[in-house]
């Protein structure tokens, strides 16, 4: 398989992960350890892919100063901006214009906020020999309700895009990563607003082009929501999904060169401690991401929970299941649970916060 090309879409605002993508892109969050997209990129390279163009938007110009120009990553790396969003669609075709393949080539995008474990050389593969004009991977869900999902005839092809609904036909649904023929994307309109969901994929089933599914049963994630996020990090540091971007080995937990974990602390259940990040003697923490510079203090507890950059647990506070903005400070006796979000720079005084009203 000759080297491939790929469009990476990372203009998204990540809006559900507020307050942590304020400051930062979500691509760009710390996710054991590195940036979220490391991990993609890291295994885009293995799968052969060695050209990657950065479909850009909120906050574009935080990404080159983090991945340059890629070679230190084995990759050429290139950024495409867009100045207002223009969907799915059009971010692809905008993109596009800084691809070197020809028409016939095959192109892989990806979503900048998907981990998956499925063998994109198997669906580029699949692609080339159907000769298909779009290939998508599809993933099997418990609750494909909570999706659109697509169904497929019994070579493959898929016939439909469905929205959400009660009762879904299939238990398939979209995972976010295409094989385009170059031709195809550029029959997608220049400076427009399209949704390849939406528009693009209908149009060419409805044509009678060949829209293949590649289904996979693989480890799949969308780290949109902070509980997810948080989901994404634990299982790359516990080693549920290999990554050869993991800058450390797996395990209970992941602490990164410069951070400062007390002996005396109990750091477990897939944590990763970025640099600069202090966790104190008796402090428990449980499957949560400390972001640069945060400080668990002696005696608090962090579960399954973000701090941001700077963010600073007091002694005898509990967050669980919750977002701490950079900045923050959460104030001794609080009681944080169930997604509350405390925002950037904010600090919560003494016992400001219970859910509970023991001591």
């Not at 580029?124 to 497929?152: I, S």
Request: net charge negative; aromatic share 6%; glycine share 12%.
């Amino acid at each position: 398989m000759p080297d491939l090309e790929a469009i990476l879409l990372v203009g998204g605002r990540g809006t559900r992960l507020h307050p942590l993508t304020l400051g930062t892109p979500k691509p760009l969050l710390p996710t054991a350890g590195v940036p979220f997209l490391a991990h993609q990129l890291a295994r885009a390279r293995a799968f052969g892919v060695r050209r990657i163009v950065f479909a850009t938007s909120y906050k574009a110009a935080m990404f080159e100063p983090v991945f340059g120009d890629g070679s230190a990553l084995g990759l050429s790396l290139e950024y495409m901006t867009e100045e207002t969003p223009l969907g799915t669609g059009g971010a692809i075709r905008n993109a596009a214009q800084a691809l070197g393949s020809g028409p016939s080539d095959p192109v892989l995008v990806l979503n900048g906020d998907i981990l998956s474990g499925h063998d994109i050389g198997e669906q580029v593969r699949l692609h080339l020999a159907r000769q298909a004009a779009v290939t998508l991977h599809l993933t099997e869900v418990e609750d494909p309700a909570r999706f659109g999902c697509v169904p497929t005839d019994d070579e493959g092809r898929v016939t439909a895009f469905l929205e959400k609904t009660p009762n879904p036909v299939t238990n398939r649904i979209n995972a976010g990563c295409y094989v385009f023929t170059r031709s195809v994307i550029d029959e997608i309109p220049r400076d427009e607003v399209v949704s390849v969901e939406r528009e693009t994929f209908p149009a060419l089933i409805e044509s009678g082009r060949p829209v293949l599914g590649y289904a996979t049963r693989t480890y799949w994630l969308d780290v949109g929501t902070p509980a997810a996020f948080v989901q994404g990090s634990r299982d790359l540091v516990l080693g549920r999904l290999e990554s050869p971007a993991m800058p450390g080995a797996t395990g209970e937990f992941l602490a990164l060169p410069g951070s400062s974990v007390s002996p005396e602390a109990k750091v477990q259940g897939g944590t990763s401690v970025c640099e600069g990040a202090v966790v104190g003697a008796g402090a428990t923490v449980t499957g949560s991401v400390l972001c640069e510079e945060s400080v668990v203090e002696p005696g608090a507890v962090v579960t399954d929970s973000v701090l941001g950059r700077g963010a600073r647990v007091r002694g005898g506070a509990v967050v669980r299941d919750a977002v701490i903005g950079d900045g923050a400070v959460v104030g001794p006796g609080n009681e944080l649970l169930a997604g509350v979000r405390v925002w950037p720079g904010v600090e919560l005084p003494e016992r400001a916060i219970r859910y509970s009203s023991d001591e």
